[in-house]
T-cell receptor
């Protein structure tokens, strides 16, 4: 079975600093990969997805992620953090069969200080 | 506007009572899912359904039940057999082809005392 590991349950950055949230997956074949964001007491919103096209994926709000097959990683980055980026971020991987559930990491809470 | 609605946003129940959480979608998606979220544990799959009148257990189905009588609706019942029902519950949907991305509702926070 596939799994997702998010390194660091909590990441703190200063406003304007680089954001790097780490995600590693276990899969013998390239899966579909996703990053979602969750604000307090809300549902999850899709930030970006990797679907075997370009390895560098751009998403909403200035975030991007790079798929590295050799490292089985899909880290999320943003060049300059904004206060509004403070939220919980989830990395997820899809089983190969469509219509089955996503497998989520445990999440990383991003704090942004002024 | 297309989307997923969950109601109510907050729900309070006494221990020993069954409670049903509503999930409705107008995205014309075939597949629907229920996840449970607890602090520090990510999202865990309770049940999912790929088609009307069919559903499968997820990783933590014990103490929960679902039905899928209509494509648009996938209600979740938290029964008295669920030992620790207090949590945030998220419903999602997706098409059965494509890139597997799921769309989420706003969630229901259930508190059982």
């Amino acid at each position: 079975a596939q799994s997702v590991t998010q390194l660091g349950s909590h990441v703190s950055v200063s406003e304007g600093a680089l954001v790097l949230l780490r995600c590693n997956y276990s899969s013998s074949v390239p899966p579909y990969l996703f990053w979602y964001v969750q604000y307090p007491n809300q549902g999850l919103q899709l930030l970006l997805k990797y679907t075997s096209a370009a390895t560098l994926v751009k998403g909403i709000n200035g975030f991007e992620a790079e798929f590295k097959k050799s490292e089985t990683s899909f880290h999320l980055t943003k060049p300059s953090a904004h206060m509004s980026d403070a939220a919980e971020y989830f990395c997820a991987v899809s089983e190969l069969k469509a219509g089955t559930a996503l497998i989520f990491g445990k999440g990383t809470t991003l704090s942004v200080s002024s | 506007d297309g989307g997923i609605t969950q109601s109510p946003k907050y729900l309070f129940r006494k221990e020993g009572q069954n409670v049903t959480l509503s999930c409705e979608q107008n995205l014309n998606h075939d597949a629907m899912y229920w996840y449970r979220q607890d602090p520090g544990q990510g999202l865990r799959l309770i049940y999912y359904s790929q088609i009307v009148n069919d559903f499968q257990k997820g990783d933590i189905a014990e103490g929960y039940s679902v039905s899928r009588e209509k494509k648009e609706s996938f209600p979740l019942t938290v029964t008295s057999a669920q030992k620790n029902p207090t949590a945030f519950y998220l419903c999602a949907s997706s098409i059965t082809g494509g890139t597997h991305e799921q769309y989420f509702g706003p969630g229901t926070r259930l508190t059982v005392t």
